[in-house]
């Protein structure tokens, strides 16, 4: 049958569009069972590969401060290295006792001295000649350019004073002044910068000659900068014959120009020393020969005790691990514990999880979220960090939003039983798993990114608690608590912080559709919303009204209330585009109907068109996929009744009640089911005449035994208490919707007047 090409006002066509691919897609059950085991299998390798041995059961583990009940003897001679802040600190104090190696170049002293004596060769019977200033300035620039040129005119001005009109007593006492001081400049020292020695490990530093070494501080030394900048002047104004101020400043200025460093920093030789001393640093703290008493029996246990235990067991446990089938062994054991862990979370999921138990990328991303919470107490352990630093309330919280309340408690303590083994230590377990649980509770209904503080305040407040609690219940002194408590202040407020960085990119990786982005998409003023209430304002309203029977309803029965909500302002997206043909639009158009000159199976291709095009607008305008799924499913197969019926009266032949279906697919959620009936019973509701509630109350039940009995709730988890449980929340909702109002005065003469 050759359909003719027709267009609505925006021009669309509504001959049926290609089918877009399928929004509900799932794997046959085979392919699946099969992913899962896959899965499993990598999950179970992956967390038995992580756990680390744990302590041999041969050596017990004592704490500090404790009694022991026995006396412990070392089996055999073994070493007890020191700690990792201890070998640290070591090497740190040995590098910081050598200094820094600077090197003396012993001929800078004398080529000064040399060329200081041959200035004032040449400057002391040029200013003593009887000439006038300028010229004996100029005859000075031709003998010393490099030294006139660098002195000001003041300082050449006071030098030729003192020089010319003092005797030869007196200048030969100002130039052995001069002497002095560049003699005791050199001798404690000249350097470029001491910036590098006071910034190094210590400011001690070793001047090394050909033949000698001194080690002092490296205030002792000078500083090319110190000595242009002051530090000469002072040294220069110590003897009398040049005391005088402005004599000073003169001798200050050709002094300087005689100074340079002669000490320079040998690095090399600095890092080579200094590597040495860190490299003698031993890393053993101690050696127990065989049978010597580690802990006597009744005697309170000390730390150094506490870290030969710990020594010994890891001594035992490298011996055991030498033989490659007790390796074996060691495998198979924590692959069989990390077994039950995965049976008992799949065994969950099947149980009461079958939406997360049914997706593969639900199960991908709870692996993922397990295995990094694994990985990160692994690598804790192995690195000998704070147990507590163990990041399970991100696992949690994690969880809790992208896939459910009651997973992330389970994940909680699943991830903290393992945390606990992985240490060996029950009230590790027990605080990881508890903290996590609180994380739960505290992003259960988090639909504000703002909603997160709530969690930076709880899950401190419950480290502090429970870390407390544990340490009190283990006799451990009050000095030692707020060492136990700084990690697990750090997790908590840091797991927040990291659940707000890391949720966007776990949504748009596994296009999983959180309450905070349903919020977001909630605000109709969104550009897909206004542009519904625009063209489609009867689809619009119905939208708004059959939100609230949904919402209503999903809170009612446990489901997603906002989800529901949100979906059933976007369910009839698709009908803006050819709004006239549907009847809740046709109002603004003087209730013409343009069904009435259309066969009923092209009326049928229109109507069933707009799931079509809702599924276009959804992809083209990004809406995640819990929603683009309500689109088709909100039909499911139902039939077009009205359609159908028309194509029997007029006796068309051959008419197949099948052709005039949607295709679907059936509800697969709690949130599609409810917007089913949501939008059968709101459309069927403004027939009644009569909007008492017995008669509202017998339409809705009416309309949901239709609707199971046809099977199309049959995919859903809906059961027969969720059915009426909705049915009596339906009532409420429409009885406000549909009351009658009162008449105002004029309209009841009117009504008289026609009588």
């Not at 007593?169 to 130039?175: K, N, S, T, V």
């Not at 002072?234 to 101020?245: D, H, M, N, S, W």
């Not at 009651?406 to 903290?416: I, T």
């Not at 750090?490 to 296009?511: M, W, Y």
Request: charged share 20%.
């Amino acid at each position: 049958m050759n359909l003719p090409r027709l267009r609505g006002p925006a021009g669309h066509p509504l001959v049926p569009r290609r089918a877009l691919p399928g929004s509900h897609r799932q794997w046959p059950e085979r392919t699946l069972h099969a992913y899962r085991l896959a899965l499993a299998a990598v999950a179970v390798a992956a967390l038995a590969l992580l756990a680390p041995h744990q302590r041999p059961y041969s050596v017990g583990q004592l704490r500090a401060g404790s009694v022991a009940a026995e006396r412990v003897r070392a089996p055999f001679l073994f070493p007890v290295p020191k700690s990792r802040e201890d070998l640290t600190r070591g090497r740190r104090e040995a590098e910081a006792a050598v200094p820094t190696i600077v090197r003396l170049d012993a001929t800078v002293q004398p080529r000064a001295q040399a060329r200081l004596d041959s200035v004032f060769a040449v400057l002391v019977p040029a200013l003593r000649q009887p000439l006038p200033d300028s010229l004996r300035l100029e005859q000075l620039r031709r003998q010393l350019p490099q030294v006139v040129g660098a002195l000001s005119v003041e300082a050449v001005a006071r030098l030729a004073r003192v020089l010319a009109t003092g005797g030869t007593a007196a200048i030969q006492e100002y130039q052995a002044n001069c002497k002095q001081v560049l003699d005791g400049v050199y001798t404690a020292g000249v350097i470029a910068s001491k910036t590098p020695l006071l910034n190094d490990v210590t400011p001690r530093i070793r001047i090394e000659t050909a033949d000698a070494s001194r080690e002092l501080d490296a205030d002792g030394v000078y500083s090319d900068d110190e000595l242009r900048q002051g530090e000469l002047m002072a040294l220069v104004g110590q003897y009398r014959t040049i005391a005088e101020a402005e004599l000073v400043e003169a001798t200050h200025e050709l002094l300087a120009l005689f100074v340079q460093p002669n000490l320079s920093i040998d690095q090399a030789e600095t890092v080579r020393l200094r590597a040495e001393a860190r490299r003698s640093v031993p890393s053993i703290k101690r050696l127990y020969a065989r049978d010597e008493v580690i802990v006597e029996k009744g005697a309170t246990v000390t730390v150094d005790q506490v870290e030969a235990l710990n020594a010994l067991a890891a001594k035992v446990a490298e011996q055991e691990l030498g033989s490659p089938a007790k390796r074996v062994l060691l495998l198979a054991g924590s692959a069989v514990l990390a077994a039950f862990l995965v049976l008992v979370l799949g065994y969950y999921l099947a149980l009461r999880e079958p939406t997360v138990y049914r997706e593969p990328g639900s199960l991908l991303l709870l692996a993922i979220l397990v295995t990094a919470t694994a990985a990160s107490a692994s690598y804790i352990r192995a690195h000998e960090l704070d147990a507590l630093l163990v990041p399970t309330p991100l696992a949690a919280m994690l969880t809790t939003i992208l896939l459910g309340p009651q997973l992330g408690v389970m994940v909680s303590f699943l991830v903290g039983l393992y945390t606990g083994s992985v240490f060996g230590d029950l009230y590790v377990a027990v605080v990881c798993s508890l903290t996590a649980a609180v994380a739960v509770y505290a992003v259960r209904r988090v639909r504000h990114r703002n909603q997160f503080y709530q969690a930076m305040i709880l899950l401190p407040c419950s480290y502090i608690l429970l870390v407390a609690a544990t340490d009190l219940a283990r006799f451990v002194p009050l000095t030692g608590l707020y060492e136990h408590l700084l990690p697990g202040i750090f997790t908590g407020v840091a797991a927040p912080i990291l659940t707000i960085g890391l949720l966007p990119i776990f949504e748009s990786l596994f296009r999983i559709t959180t309450d905070i982005t349903l919020l977001e998409l909630s605000d109709l003023n969104r550009p897909l919303l206004r542009e519904l209430a625009v063209r489609a304002p009867g689809t619009y309203t119905h939208s708004l009204i059959m939100a609230n029977l949904s919402e209503s309803a999903a809170e009612a029965i446990g489901a997603n209330p906002l989800l529901a909500r949100v979906g059933c302002y976007y369910h009839d997206i698709g009908k803006m585009l050819k709004p006239e043909y549907f009847t809740e639009n046709q109002g603004l158009r003087g209730g013409r109907n343009p069904h009435d000159h259309l066969a009923p199976t092209m009326s049928m291709l229109i109507i069933s068109s707009h799931v079509k095009d809702g599924l276009e607008l959804a992809e083209e305008y990004g809406l995640p996929k819990a929603l683009a799924d309500l689109i088709p499913q909100h039909h499911g197969t139902t039939v077009i009744e009205y359609f159908y019926n028309r194509a029997i009266e007029r006796g068309n032949e051959g008419v197949r009640r099948d052709d005039f279906r949607y295709d679907g697919p059936r509800p697969q959620t709690k949130e599609a089911g409810i917007l089913m009936l949501a939008d059968s019973v709101e459309s069927a509701a403004r027939t009644l005449t009569e909007r008492t509630p017995n008669r509202v109350r017998q339409l809705v039940r009416n309309i949901v035994q239709q609707k199971f009995t046809a099977g199309q709730l049959d995919e859903c988890a809906l059961t027969l208490q969720d059915l009426h449980r909705i049915e009596e929340s339906f009532v409420p909702v429409l009885m406000g919707t549909l009351h009658a109002r009162i008449q105002y005065p004029w309209q009841r003469a009117q009504r008289q007047k026609v009588r």
